[in-house]
Antibody, heavy 120, light 109 residues
Framework: QVTLRESGPALVKPTQTLTLTCTFS??????????VSWIRQTPGKALEWLAR???????YYSTSLKTRLTISKDTYKKQVVLTLTNMDPVDTATYFC????????????WGQGSLVTVSS | EIVMTQSPATLSVSPGERATLSCRAS??????LAWYQQKPGQAPRLLIY???TRATGIPARFSGSGSGTEFTLTISSLQSEDFAIYYC???????????FGGGTKVEIK
């Protein structure tokens, strides 16, 4: 059974760096075709894809946010980490960790999400 | 960037009735389109991929159609558990970006 769980701070201040961790089970990120993405959802419910890391360590970033994003994986710990620098109130959102299997470019499994509020 | 536009923003439907949701792409995405359902307090769930293929465990009352720039999600007979927000997502033009529509909320009439 695939599960993904996001963890990180609920509140960050403007200009700070956000670090989110996705801890997963039920699959290995060394298996061909496994791809973990981060997607966020604003309070207005819009969905925005942020970044993806693949089984072969390929990394992909949103065009609009790539200068602020870093994604990495620890296959031994079964974790994927996302950092987003220079946080702003517009970055307030629920951040989801999401799995695409078999190199899918759609999203088969979703974590429950982690709400992050940016406020001083 | 490919812009995905969903309509209507809100759809009021009575249980048992048919619901038709639309998704339009700003340029052709071929059949590289997925649909997701999101209920309050939950994460989105994959319903349809490749424009018309139901994901595992999705009831047959959900169907998808279309290609190119125009897509439709049809729920043939709405059940109480189907009242939710529905999103489309294109994946033809990736990299660089996956993009989602703004969602259609299906509410009880």
């Amino acid at each position: 059974q695939v599960t993904l769980r996001e963890s990180g701070p609920a509140l960050v201040k403007p200009t700070q760096t956000l670090t989110l961790t996705c801890t997963f089970s039920g699959f290995s990120l060394t298996t061909d075709g496994m791809c973990v993405s981060w997607i966020r959802q604003t309070p207005g419910k819009a969905l925005e894809w942020l970044a993806r890391i693949d089984w072969d360590d390929g990394k992909y970033y949103s065009t609009s946010l790539k200068t602020r994003l870093t994604i990495s994986k620890d296959t031994y710990k079964k974790q994927v980490v996302l950092t987003l620098t220079n946080m702003d109130p517009v970055d307030t959102a629920t951040y989801f960790c999401v799995l695409g299997i078999r190199r899918h470019r759609y999203f088969d499994y979703w974590g429950q999400g982690s709400l992050v509020t940016v406020s001083s | 960037e490919i812009v995905m536009t969903q309509s209507p923003a809100t759809l009021s439907v009575s249980p048992g009735e048919r619901a038709t949701l639309s998704c339009r792409a700003s340029q052709s995405v071929s059949s590289s389109l997925a649909w997701y359902q999101q209920k309050p307090g939950q994460a989105p769930r994959l319903l349809i991929y490749s424009a018309s293929t139901r994901a595992t465990g999705i009831p047959a009352r959900f169907s998808g159609s279309g290609s190119g720039t125009e897509f439709t999600l049809t729920i043939s007979s709405l059940q109480s558990e189907d009242f939710a927000i529905y999103y489309c997502q294109q994946y033809n033009h990736w990299p660089p970006d996956f993009t989602f529509g703004g969602g259609t909320k299906v509410e009880i009439k």
